[in-house]
T-cell receptor
Framework: NAGVTQTPKFRILKIGQSMTLQCTQDMNHNYMYWYRQDPGMGLKLIYYSVGAGITDKGEVPNGYNVSRSTTEDFPLRLELAAPSQTSVYFC?????????????FGQGTRLTVV | AQSVTQPDIHITVSEGASLELRCNYS??????LFWYVQSPGQGLQLLLK??????LVQGIKGFEAEFKRSQSSFNLRKPSVHWSDAAEYFC???????????FGKGTHLIIQP
């Protein structure tokens, strides 16, 4: 049972480059989330999805895009990387309705933009 | 809007001593409450959760938490800490949906020998 899997674990980007952070879950959860974690700030919600084909903005969506073509996958796209996007990114999933569960987290992606 | 306050940024406890980490929340309905632990360089691991029912919740690694609606609190406790408990602890509220989970800023726990 893999749970939530994120790739890559580490990445260094140059300013202006683009990349996609991958996230997949094998628990058939309907909700998926992307958070960023900055020192001393806790976790902030970037985007979330309530099911395949449906996404919406969280608290800090600027500079990011997401898609949810399947239940399992929820990639996060950075189009023009900026130093302010240096952070640790966590993907999470949970089931909401028909048996709520807690959120399960991936191991994180540490991104540095230079 | 929902919010979570963890008043203590750092706490230092001697090994073998008891521990209480504070968490206060603001939530419009009956809250779903969680405590997560994060070891350095790792993801978040669920310690315990409260959805409904008994207000004293038992979790993994000997932790427990008590939901007090009148105080809007969900404090985490452990009777005797071990050096391996040194980590960052996050309180969170919410059940998912438009607000996701709202996290506190975390409490960094240091264990003294």
């Amino acid at each position: 049972n893999a749970g939530v899997t994120q790739t890559p674990k580490f990445r260094i980007l140059k300013i202006g480059q683009s990349m996609t952070l991958q996230c997949t879950q094998d628990m058939n959860h309907n909700y998926m989330y992307w958070y960023r974690q900055d020192p001393g700030m806790g976790l902030k919600l970037i985007y979330y999805s309530v099911g395949a084909g449906i996404t919406d903005k969280g608290e800090v969506p600027n500079g990011y895009n997401v898609s949810r073509s399947t239940t399992e996958d929820f990639p996060l796209r950075l189009e023009l990387a900026a130093p302010s996007q240096t952070s640790v990114y966590f993907c999470a999933s949970n089931q909401v309705g028909r048996g709520n569960t807690e959120a399960f987290f991936g191991q994180g992606t540490r991104l540095t933009v230079v | 809007a929902q919010s979570v306050t963890q008043p203590d940024i750092h706490i230092t406890v001697s090994e073998g001593a008891s521990l209480e980490l504070r968490c206060n929340y603001s939530y419009g309905a009956t809250p779903y409450l969680f405590w997560y632990v994060q070891s350095p360089g790792q993801g978040l691991q669920l310690l315990l959760k409260y959805f409904s029912g008994d207000t004293l919740v038992q979790g993994i690694k000997g932790f427990e938490a008590e939901f007090k609606r009148s105080q809007s609190s969900f404090n985490l406790r452990k009777p005797s800490v071990h050096w391996s408990d040194a980590a960052e602890y996050f309180c969170a509220v919410g059940a998912g949906g438009a607000d996701g989970l709202t996290f506190g800023k975390g409490t960094h726990l240091i264990i003294q020998p």
